[in-house]
């Protein structure tokens, strides 16, 4: 009795999926849904396989049982491709499936897309090489699809396969061990990995840009040096006694002002008013002018670098560095193979604990039910989207706002397969036409068609010309201008109102003597002079005695 009643309020979990028993079905099994399975002889394989051919369900109060027949048993699945129209399912992902916008009426397809084109230049050469006819019918579903734990049943497209709604799934799906259980599938027709796709990160300008080649320690170095040059060639000059430019007319010194001046002329590479006379000064300022030299070629050649190619500030790019990380949010479509992928590489790879650890315990969820939800998620947010490659390429390139950039370099590289039933007789057919476009190179034309179009971001698809550099990083040179232009008019002033109100002369300073335009007026002034000399008494040794006041 105590084991009955377990099962009836505990189910447990069997080969056919979960048993439910209930009071009310005098114990029936209820909640349960069984496969109808049937045999067909394969001649590739020489043996017989099973297939699903239809379900048997039952519910809660019903004993009846529920049939539902999902293929044809009296189908005849052994005449390939020909006069054969294909159930095709796909799922919109861009630029593999998408809706076609230019469709006007019925007769215009559906769809449009990387896959599609292939799927008709597989037609197109089936029926070339061959000259076997068939036609297609395209149904979309919401996705790849993954295996269900509980029924072990798989949804989205490749459940489509599975179940035989679908004679093949013809989108861009990943080859991969679980998937080849229940599907086969076709040859590879590309081969890419995942990447991460991010928000472009802002441009960085700086007013002060040209100071940047020199870090701030750097800057104060030369500085500091500077003053201390002049000082330094002060010193020397007054220690020499060969620091003393003498001429017939003048003798000058090489004063502290002359000194500082030429240390700061000669860092600005250019010429002093005086340099040292001596030799030592003349030994210290020439290693001077070669430390100048070096610094201000070292800035010259990082100056250019630093204005011509934009600075991003971007923490991350590498998978190692997100995981590092709190800030960026990341994660991938919920439900994919992607999810799986790193779900169970978390079981044997560090790297991959933390990024699912993050993925599957961060509130609200990083994982979205679509890509469509992640390129907005991460335009709109401080989020980091993980998808296939070539997807994201495509969704980089298309961006017009050019917000969206892909970071670090691809990982699980996977194979691009067509999915069919377990066992078709058209799945040769498909992958040898796949390998005959390969070799010709139709395959690859199909894929630069659809994968490396112009960018709709001007700055990434290299045909505009290259940005020139920007006001923002040189304004710091034009308001250093604008404020030594004020300091210099500021300076003026003050020197004017120095020498007119407060400076007194000096005591050798030559006292402007009378000066005689006129003949006749100097004539004048030395018979007066004559007059008064002859006036004033004499001494003995014939100098004239003025009297005193």
């Known amino acids: 009795m105590l084991k009955d009643n377990m099962l009836k309020e505990f189910p447990i979990n069997g080969r ?5 028993f209930d009071e009310e079905s005098h114990g029936f099994r209820v909640m349960t849904s069984l496969d ?8 590739d394989y020489n043996t017989n396989l099973w297939y699903r051919v239809g379900t048997w369900t039952s519910h809660p109060n019903e004993t009846e049982m529920n049939f539902n027949i999902t293929h044809n048993l009296f189908e005849d699945k052994s005449r390939g491709l020909e006069g054969r129209e294909l159930k095709v399912v796909t799922t919109i992902e861009k630029p593999f499936v998408m809706w076609n916008d230019k469709r006007k009426g019925k007769d215009d397809p559906q769809f449009t897309g990387y896959c599609i084109d292939l799927l008709e230049a597989i037609k ?20 790849y699809g993954i295996k269900d734990p509980n029924t072990g049943r798989w949804t989205g497209i490749v459940g489509e396969v599975e179940s035989e ?42 007013v002060f840009g040209f100071v940047e ?7 104060v170095c030369i500085g500091v040096a500077t003053f201390a040059i002049g000082l330094m060639l002060f010193v020397v000059s007054k220690m020499s006694p060969y620091s003393r430019n003498e001429s017939t007319d003048e ?12 240390a700061l002329a000669s860092f600005m590479q250019q010429g002093g008013d005086q340099t040292p006379s001596s030799i030592s000064g003349r030994i210290l300022g020439a290693f001077w002018w070669f430390f100048s030299l070096i610094v201000i070629a070292t800035y010259t050649a990082n100056l250019a670098a630093f204005l011509t190619i934009t600075r991003m500030e971007n923490q991350v790019d590498s998978l190692e560095k997100l995981s590092d990380q709190i800030k960026i949010k990341y994660g991938t479509i919920r439900d994919s193979s992607l999810e799986v992928f790193f779900k169970e590489q978390a079981k044997v790879d560090t790297l991959y604990e933390n990024l699912w650890k993050h993925m599957s315990t961060t509130i609200p969820s990083p994982m979205v039910d679509q890509d469509s939800d992640g390129y907005e998620r991460v335009r709109n947010d401080d989020y980091a989207f993980m998808w296939d490659y070539p997807v994201l390429q495509y969704q980089k390139k298309m961006d017009k706002d050019c917000k969206l950039t892909i970071v670090g370099q691809a990982f699980n590289q996977k194979e691009y397969s067509f999915a069919v039933q377990k066992g078709s ?38 045909s505009s010309a290259a940005a020139g550099i920007n006001i ?51 004539d004048v002034v030395i018979r007066s002079m004559e007059n008064h000399l002859s006036r004033t008494p004499l001494h003995p040794n014939g100098d004239p005695i003025f009297p005193r006041s």
Request: net charge negative.
């Open 16 to 20: 056919t999926g979960k048993i439910w």
């Open 36 to 43: 109808l399975m049937s045999s067909k002889h394969n001649d």
């Open 124 to 143: 197109t050469d089936i029926d070339a090489s061959s000259g076997i006819h068939f036609n297609y019918d395209i149904y979309n579903v919401s996705k």
């Open 165 to 206: 709604r679908a004679d093949i799934a013809v989108a861009g799906m990943i080859r991969n061990y679980e998937r080849e259980t229940v599907v086969d599938f076709t040859a590879s027709f590309m081969r890419y990995g995942v990447g991460i796709l991010m928000k472009r990160p802002k441009e960085s300008s700086s």
């Open 213 to 219: 080649p020199l870090n701030s320690q750097v800057w």
């Open 251 to 262: 003798i000058t010194e090489f004063s502290f002002k002359n000194a500082m001046w030429f």
């Open 425 to 462: 007789d058209f799945r040769e057919e498909i992958t040898l036409s796949i390998l005959r476009l390969q070799e010709t190179g139709e395959l690859e034309k199909i894929r630069q068609r659809w994968f490396e179009q112009e960018s709709e971001c001007l700055e990434q698809s290299g």
């Open 472 to 522: 923002n990083n040189v304004a710091g040179v034009f308001y250093i201008l604008i404020m030594g232009s004020g300091l210099a008019f500021f300076t003026a002033c003050i020197e004017i109102i120095w020498h007119k109100y407060l400076s007194v002369p000096d005591k050798g300073e030559d006292v402007e003597t009378p000066r005689f335009t006129d003949e006749n007026n100097r």
